[in-house]
């Protein structure tokens, strides 16, 4: 109770604090800072309680955590920018759209419709000036065209919809539309369609199916990511203590890629998330079973989180003991995985269509082919060329419009990846040898599925806001206590690299630094496991000082 006692009331010093700065507002840059300022006063703080215990004095616990706690609530109040979040009205309608619209119309819509219809329903409604002045992304082909394509040819929407269902269609629409001005909508039209899978569609898009869209529904729908991010921490806090739980926090709170402007107020961005947190915590309490289950429905709704199960088969199968002893365990897991992701992808194509799966597997290819300027991994770091930055196409195109330099953009960097895929490949079997070596080393199975999560940015790419799942290397600390430091310097060096004109400026510099950073990240971490173990049953006491014993 002291402890919380003491996180509560510094923490609210510190909050109070920052939204007396922060209340002019905070542009991208005086965001970062702030991020930057929190997350180096949490290194601060461990590197303090280190020293302490160095010197044969350590810091009374109740004291030690509460501090912990108070700045680990301070950077949650820093990634909703201490307030100054700007006329969101609590709904990132952009993102909303698309989530909301593409899941309750899917089986009108399917993954290539959206836009197209969304168009002529607001034509239909009045808009029709207005949508022959703009674009939207044909998501057959990936090209931009002019949103009054959708008007030469109306039944390619109405014959797939009912017209009772049409006219909920064009409601929902206008709702959606209501909310944000001409180039924010115009923006929204030209992003890359509903790209969650059928499980999504049917397990949380089905909220889209019972909650109207009027203004408080989507507020509703909107918080509902913080009431997971508040249960993960509180998961993460039950099962590997409070110094965990905190850590995570900060390091949730001071991200970049799933930063406040990308992912706030959205509709279930953080549901897979929570799984992933979810599987971590029920392998640490020996559930392996129900963990195996909660990844598996994970990678039934993102695919990538599949990559954990890499690990936890893995985990330990360099020691013979271990080996045995992780034995029953791993078919438990395997079990539960496997029947969570069959049950969900049955129900997807029972639900949405039995073609559903296919066509969302068409659709991701297509869309993980197309060059864009927020993906991250090592992908984009031997994919680049100086020569493709955005800054230097509109050099060459002086006078065009955005929708031309940006097509030429994307063909360029699109061209040079294939280019280079060969050396792609050879660092990422290079990596997966020593993700191997880790693995097999891992002495408890959660190590082992961290580890093959983080490696997702060297094995794949992804739009930047899924390397949040970062947040999940703060369970690393509870086997190695060290980490907790060189986690928390690893956040504040990227908030302060994101504050550089030179990196921050142009999407696709940026996200080429974020990439750089994480990828590095991933082989590092990966790196400090591969290393041979302390003895079996020694506990650093450093780590016994700071954390809940290992279990």
């Not at 909310?179 to 049917?202: C, F, K, M």
């Not at 078919?331 to 039995?354: K, S, T, W």
């Not at 590095?520 to 041979?532: E, M």
């Amino acid at each position: 109770m002291r402890r919380a006692a003491i996180a509560l009331g510094l923490g609210a010093l510190g909050v109070a604090l920052g939204w007396l700065v922060a209340r002019g507002g905070l542009d991208e840059w005086s965001g970062a800072r702030a991020r930057a300022a929190v997350a180096l006063a949490a290194l601060g703080w461990a590197v303090f309680l280190r020293d302490r215990r160095r010197e044969g004095r350590p810091v009374a616990v109740p004291v030690a955590h509460g501090v912990a706690g108070a700045i680990a609530l301070t950077a949650a109040a820093a990634w909703f920018n201490f307030g100054a979040v700007g006329a969101t009205g609590g709904v990132h309608r952009h993102d909303v759209f698309h989530y909301y619209v593409g899941s309750k119309y899917h089986r009108e819509l399917g993954y290539g419709l959206i836009y197209r219809c969304a168009a002529l329903a607001e034509a239909e409604a009045g808009g029709e000036g207005l949508v022959r002045q703009r674009m939207f992304r044909d998501l057959a082909t990936d090209r931009l065209v002019p949103a009054a394509e959708a008007l030469r040819d109306p039944a390619v929407c109405h014959r797939r919809f009912a017209p009772a269902r049409w006219q909920s269609f064009r409601a929902d629409v206008a709702n959606l539309r209501r909310g944000l001005n001409e180039p924010a909508w115009r923006q929204s039209q030209i992003d890359h369609g509903y790209n969650p899978t059928p499980a999504w569609t049917v397990t949380s898009g089905l909220l889209s199916r019972v909650v109207p869209s009027s203004d408080l529904g989507l507020r509703l729908l909107a918080s509902l990511d913080t009431a997971l991010v508040a249960l993960t921490v509180a998961l993460l806090g039950g099962s590997f203590g409070w110094r965990v739980a905190a850590l995570a926090l900060v390091l949730w709170g001071t991200q970049e890629p799933g930063k406040f402007s990308w992912v706030a107020f959205s509709m279930l961005r953080f549901d897979w998330f929570a799984l992933v947190v979810a599987s971590l915590v029920a392998l640490r309490r020996g559930h392996a079973g129900l963990a195996g289950a909660a990844l598996g429905w994970a990678a039934a709704m993102r695919g990538f989180p599949a990559l954990g199960l890499v690990g936890v088969l893995l985990s330990g199968v360099a020691s013979p003991a271990l080996r045995a002893r992780f034995a029953p365990d791993r078919r438990r897991f395997v079990v539960g995985f496997a029947a969570a992701a069959a049950l969900l992808v049955a129900l997807g194509a029972a639900v949405v269509g039995p073609a559903s799966w296919a066509e969302w597997t068409h659709h991701i290819r297509r869309h993980a082919a197309v060059a864009s300027s927020n993906k991250a991994g090592l992908g984009i770091l031997v994919s680049f060329d100086p020569e493709h930055r955005v800054e230097r196409v509109q050099a060459r195109l002086p006078g065009a419009a955005a929708d031309a330099w940006m097509q030429r953009w994307a063909d360029e960097v699109r061209a040079t990846r294939d280019a280079r895929r060969v050396p792609l490949r050879a660092l990422q079997v290079l990596f997966g040898a020593l993700l191997v070596v880790a693995l097999g080393r891992a002495r408890r199975p959660w190590i082992g599925l961290t580890l093959s999560l983080l490696a997702a940015p060297v094995a794949t790419e992804l739009s930047g806001y899924y390397l949040m799942l970062f947040v999940a290397a703060a369970v690393l600390a509870a086997a190695r206590a060290s980490l907790e430091r060189w986690l928390l310097g690893f956040a504040a060096m990227v908030q302060v690299l994101m504050v550089m004109p030179a990196v921050g400026w142009f999407y696709d510099d940026r996200y080429l630094t974020i990439s750089l950073a994480y990828v590095l990240a991933s082989v590092l971490l990966t790196a400090v496991f591969a290393r041979r173990p302390t003895p079996a049953g020694h506990t650093p006491p450093e780590a016994a000082a700071d954390y809940d014993p290992v279990g």
